[in-house]
């Protein structure tokens, strides 16, 4: 089945370590994306990729990292620059950065920072 | 600046009755607005969309009213089931526009009681 995997599902990381969230999707999609979800506020931007080694920041990319050296592969980095981590990440795709909207998206990940 | 609000932010509905979650948008550019359900613990997924030529758009229960004077769309679920608990995001953009440009509401908590 196509979709798109992320891990891991849940992440524990002590304040000023990095961590690398993975994204990977086999529905040869271009355009690739992550979201953040915190409870009451929506979701909301953090980086986007439209092409393989290209991306751009979202509303909210302070203290995240992302790189795309493979058109199935997306992942994010949570730097210890990231004032407040906690959250629920998500990351989605969709067939061209023009869209209409329709996105697909991962399960998602859960990072808590202890 | 939030361009899309999105009430209310939960809402308990018995089963069997009618769950109304409405949006209001402020770019009137806006011509595209989508849906998404997400179940707890998973990745929200497209519902439901509109385009603003079309007053009504109805997929089984669910229903998208829209309201281009008012600059107000909501989603009706009729005879909501207890499988219908979910948060529900509001959406959004310019059809041939990018989703970068993909604006959510902050989410509708619905629970449907047995």
């Known amino acids: 089945d196509g979709g798109i995997t992320q891990s891991p599902k849940y992440l524990f990381r002590k304040e000023g370590q990095n961590v690398t969230l993975s994204c990977e999707q086999n529905l040869n999609h271009d355009a690739m994306y992550w979201y953040r979800q915190d409870p009451g506020q929506g979701l909301r931007l953090i980086y986007y990729s439209q092409i393989v080694n290209d991306f751009q920041k979202g509303d909210i990319a302070e203290g995240y990292s992302v790189s795309r050296e493979k058109k199935e592969s997306f992942p994010l980095t949570v730097t210890s620059a990231q004032k407040n981590p906690t959250a629920f990440y998500l990351c989605?795709?969709?067939?061209?950065?023009?869209?209409?909207?329709?996105?697909?998206f991962g399960a998602g990940s859960r990072l808590t920072v202890l | 600046q939030q361009q899309v609000k999105q009430s209310p932010q939960s809402l308990i509905v018995q089963k069997g009755g009618i769950s109304i979650i409405n949006c209001a948008y402020e770019n009137t550019a806006f011509d595209y607005f989508p849906w998404y359900q997400q179940f707890p613990g998973k990745g929200p997924a497209l519902l439901i969309a509109i385009r603003p030529d079309v007053s009504e758009k109805k997929e089984g229960r669910f229903t998208i009213s829209f309201n281009k004077s008012a600059k107000q769309f909501s989603l009706h679920i009729m005879d909501s089931q207890p499988g219908d608990s979910a948060t529900y995001f509001c959406a959004a953009t310019l059809r041939w526009g990018g989703a970068d440009g993909l604006t959510f509401g902050k989410g509708t908590h619905l629970i449907i009681q047995p």
């Open positions: 989605a795709s969709s067939i061209g950065l023009v869209t209409g909207g329709v996105l697909t």
